[in-house]
């Protein structure tokens, strides 16, 4: 595998880097690829992640059988950016060299920045040096006479004349049970909705205040993972397994029901500034922090479902809830 080492720079395009497990293998056996991106945060811009899936072919013959969760973390190559990497195995049925051929990163005005070709040979696996026919596993004898037959068979016979057996006498027990006599089932607990959850994760931060002990990027995590969360269980957005650019293209291109056009970009904006906390280190002070978190808390409040408003009559009936308003 390659290896990248620490430098900090200033770049506003991306750089798109391919490593191979090996450069030769055998026929029908896997090779890991590792996709890794650093992608820069200013300026705006976003680029589209490379889309594989198990059972996909790419160039030269070579088909996708693994596809590992795309990983995000702050660039160590950049000043202000973003890591992508994403670990894919493919697999070769022939033989021959072969070319994974250039793999690009890109956005609207086409690709940003792509892979070098990477050559693999691929070959029919060795045989060992003293390879010779394995004799014959699992053979057995036939037994042709009537008697054998009715001995081997027999103690299948026998269980299941038992089981039979055993499935009447419960049957009749169960018919003869006392009167009275029920099995109680248990009442599932219902789950907690995604907003309570949502708005106690904001509330804790804003009673702890965790940015006043330099943990500002972790507050801006949690308020991250909060939004999210009410997207998912109160509005059915796929946001908690997605980037923050892909959250935003899937709210851009279809609208959300309940949401109006001025909480999307209100949603959108919030996600990309704690990714700018988050990601490029960029810092908030504490007002800030404080006012982020009371607007999110407003925000879920006002769009909570109809079928959460009990639950959020509750929220407000509390005290302590009362005297957070204040």
């Known amino acids: 595998m390659c290896c990248w080492s620490v430098h900090l720079s200033a770049q506003d395009a991306p750089v798109l880097q391919l490593a191979i497990g ?3 293998i055998g026929v029908g056996e896997p090779l890991t690829l590792l996709l890794t991106s650093d992608e820069p945060l200013s300026g705006g811009r976003r680029w589209d992640w490379p889309q594989f899936e198990p059972g996909d072919s790419l160039p030269q013959g070579w088909e996708v059988i693994q596809v590992e969760p795309l990983d995000s973390n702050a660039s160590p190559m950049l000043e202000s950016g973003m890591r992508r990497s994403q670990r894919i195995v493919v697999m070769a049925w022939d ?3 072969k070319v994974i051929e250039p793999i690009a990163l890109a956005d609207s005005t086409g690709a940003a920045a792509s892979t070098a070709a990477q050559l693999v040979e691929v070959g029919f696996m060795a045989l060992a040096a003293d390879a010779v026919p394995k004799p014959m596993q699992g053979f057995r004898a036939f037994k042709w006479t009537w008697w054998e037959r009715i001995l081997e068979f027999l103690p299948y016979l026998i269980g299941a004349l038992a089981l039979a057996w055993f499935i009447r006498w419960a049957i009749r027990r169960w018919g003869n049970r006392p009167p009275g006599l029920t099995t109680e089932i248990p009442t599932p607990i219902p789950e907690e909705p995604a907003h309570v959850t949502a708005l106690a994760m904001l509330r804790g931060v804003e009673t702890q205040k965790p940015w006043l002990q330099g943990a500002g990027k972790e507050a801006q995590a949690v308020v991250s993972h909060a939004i999210r969360l009410h997207l998912h269980g109160s509005f059915g957005v796929k946001a908690l397994e997605r980037t923050t650019d892909e959250v935003a293209q899937s709210i851009r291109q279809a609208p959300v029901r309940g949401l ?3 909480d999307s970009t209100w949603v959108i904006a919030i996600l990309e ?14 007002d800030a922090h404080l006012r982020v978190i009371r607007e999110s808390i407003a925000w879920i409040e006002r769009t909570v479902p109809d079928n959460g408003s009990s639950s959020s009559e ?3 009936s509390n005290p302590d809830d009362a005297h957070h308003h204040e």
Request: no cysteine; aromatic share 4%; proline share 4%.
């Open 95 to 97: 033989s021959g060299m």
């Open 273 to 286: 500034r704690s990714d700018l906390v988050k990601f490029a280190k960029q810092s908030m002070d504490g």
């Open 260 to 262: 109006d056009p001025g």
């Open 22 to 24: 090996a450069d030769s």
């Open 314 to 316: 509750e929220e407000h």
